[in-house]
């Protein structure tokens, strides 16, 4: 194994997964702008929640089938082969779930047993990770490295060792925003293939792409097609953090396993929210997924060019709605010290990055841009002032 991957427990992972909470919870006792949390404060579309209304109205208030209503995973199907490129049966290959936390808690508990590794990309995002030590499993980290966050071919195939089942991709990734090429994606193929992994995605930001790139999502490479569990979700996409409707992809055999658990641990996801979210699918054009990337890659710019020229150097992201930033010039010398000062002097949450490593990311910290325009343009006014622009001019 590689000397820069590392194994942990659960326990050591309690302090850094309670950071976002822990600073939206400061954030809210000062009445300040919370960058920290990924909670989108857009608005769901009319047409989501006229669809969920409709349901309600009409009786759909009971539980629904183990895997979802027909409605929803016939729409996903649809949504699968014209955007993902990805052919899925609707009544074999689909099990929608209690969000994507829940769609990958499921498949993970199906597919893996105590002891096996799974290799995540550091820095990672916090569920992934204890997901994984949940389920009795040992996370490996292999690290990406700034500023485009590209992953070392050769650290991947070193991180492999002989308890090694199956490796997670985030993509387009919190907290890092990296958007995996074809050619990253071939590569990690090449290592699955040579050690009979299974892979897990996270694409629950499938739809906030920038600089004219595009998702791509694994399953859709004949590599890696049969080898994959897909998981995706609307929270996102709709601003519906709260419904908890997402959905698993895979081959039946997977699927008919994680189905099972999904049932034993969720019954099924809320009922007049899976027709909301069908309607959302069916209804919406292609302009509402455009806009919203388009007021995504907007507010992105802003933030950038403020934390820039407050000194606090952004790594850009190629896509999600996240931007981590260079966290030298706060005071502090932990990150949840710098983390809280930063809020002390400026009214905004952020996250440390020490949530996103297994050891590192001290002068890190992440800021979320899924809000309003308003909230982002008084953010970047309180973060120029911070830098010394005294009239706090974007």
């Not at 209690?98 to 105590?114: I, V």
């Not at 485009?148 to 002989?162: H, I, Q, R, T, Y």
């Not at 995996?180 to 892979?199: G, H, P, R, T």
């Not at 409707?245 to 994680?258: D, L, Q, S």
Request: hydrophobic fraction near 35%; charge should be neutral; aromatic fraction near 10%.
């Amino acid at each position: 194994m590689n000397e820069k991957s590392h194994l942990i427990n659960i326990n050591s992972q309690k302090e850094s997964g309670s950071d976002i909470r822990d600073m939206s919870i400061e954030c809210d006792n000062i009445g300040g702008i919370n960058l920290s949390q990924g909670v989108c404060d857009m608005g769901a579309p009319k047409e989501v929640v006229e669809g969920a209304v409709k349901a309600i109205e009409g009786g759909l208030n009971y539980y629904t089938r183990f895997d979802g209503i027909d409605e929803l995973r016939t729409a996903i199907a649809k949504k699968l082969s014209k955007y993902n490129g990805i052919e899925a049966d609707a009544k074999k290959n689909i099990i929608v779930s209690a969000g994507t936390t829940g769609a990958l808690f499921c498949a993970c508990l199906a597919l893996l047993k105590p002891g096996d590794e799974v290799i995540i990309f550091e820095p990672y995002y916090s569920y992934h990770v204890d997901t994984i030590l949940a389920v009795g499993a040992k996370p490996v980290f292999v690290k990406t490295y700034p500023p485009d966050w590209k992953f070392d071919a050769g650290e991947l195939g070193a991180a492999v060792g002989e308890n090694t089942r199956a490796i997670i991709i985030n993509t387009p990734s919190n907290p890092t925003g990296k958007v995996f090429s074809k050619e990253e994606l071939l590569q990690i193929a090449k290592v699955c293939e040579k050690n009979d992994l299974i892979v897990f995605t996270d694409e629950i930001y499938e739809y906030f792409v920038y600089d004219g790139k595009k998702h791509l999502s694994p399953a859709c490479l004949p590599e890696l097609s049969e080898r994959t569990v897909s998981i995706f979700g609307y929270s996102k996409t709709f601003s519906i953090t709260g419904w908890r409707v997402g959905y698993a992809v895979c081959n039946e055999k997977w699927a008919a396993k994680i189905g099972k658990l999904n049932d034993l641990l969720y019954v099924c996801s809320p009922s007049p929210l899976q027709a909301g979210v069908a309607a959302g699918i069916e209804k919406l054009p292609d302009s509402y997924y455009e806009k919203i990337r388009k007021e995504h890659e907007e507010k992105r710019d802003m933030l950038a060019s403020a934390l820039k020229k407050a000194g606090l150097e952004p790594y850009v992201p190629q896509g999600a709605y996240y931007m981590l930033a260079d966290a030298s010039k706060v005071k502090g010398e932990k990150g949840r010290e710098k983390a809280m000062n930063f809020l002390k002097e400026t009214g905004i949450a952020t996250v440390p990055g020490r949530a996103f490593y297994f050891d590192g990311g001290a002068n890190i910290l992440r800021f979320c841009f899924a809000k309003d325009k308003k909230v982002i343009e008084e953010a970047c006014k309180r973060i120029l002032k911070f830098g010394g622009n005294a009239d706090g001019e974007i």
